[in-house]
């Protein structure tokens, strides 16, 4: 079993950063592919973004944050990271990590994922 911890979120101001940390337990977690999903109150949630892990750590983000947003992975803590600059209130809403084997054209498919955290909040405001 895979125990995944979200952390870090805070509330920001539009144009400021945040960098939330998915900690991870399990001795295969390094196999996993990671994807970050967020939930804005009142709406479905949706991908942000994702890393591989078997066979290289790839990185994919969704069109939406992409250039704001970078995935970085530190296998040797079991933790990924998602550094999130040039927030807009539109970025505000619970975070979650999951891990899971999804194939490569399900990376954005939440039901791929088996184990996911609790989830962290980020509020976007002035």
């Known amino acids: 079993q895979v125990q995944l911890v979200e952390s870090g979120g805070e509330l920001v101001q539009p144009g400021g950063s945040v960098r939330l940390s998915c900690a991870a337990s399990?001795?295969?977690?390094?196999?996993?592919?990671v994807g970050w999903f967020q939930q804005a109150p009142g709406k479905e949630r949706v991908f942000v973004g994702a890393?591989?892990?078997?066979?290289?750590?790839?990185?994919h983000y969704a069109d939406s944050v992409k250039g704001r947003f970078t995935i970085s992975r530190d296998n040797a803590k079991n933790t990924v990271y998602l550094q999130m600059n040039r927030l807009n209130p539109e970025d505000t809403g619970l975070y979650y990590c999951?891990?899971?084997?999804?194939?490569?054209?399900?990376?954005?498919?939440?039901?791929?994922?088996?184990?996911w955290g609790q989830g962290t909040q980020v509020t976007v405001s002035s």
């Open positions: 890393v591989r892990g078997s066979g290289g750590n790839t990185y």
């Open positions: 399990g001795r295969t977690f390094s196999q996993y592919t």
């Open positions: 999951a891990a899971g084997r999804p194939i490569l054209s399900a990376l954005r498919d939440e039901s791929m994922y088996t184990y």
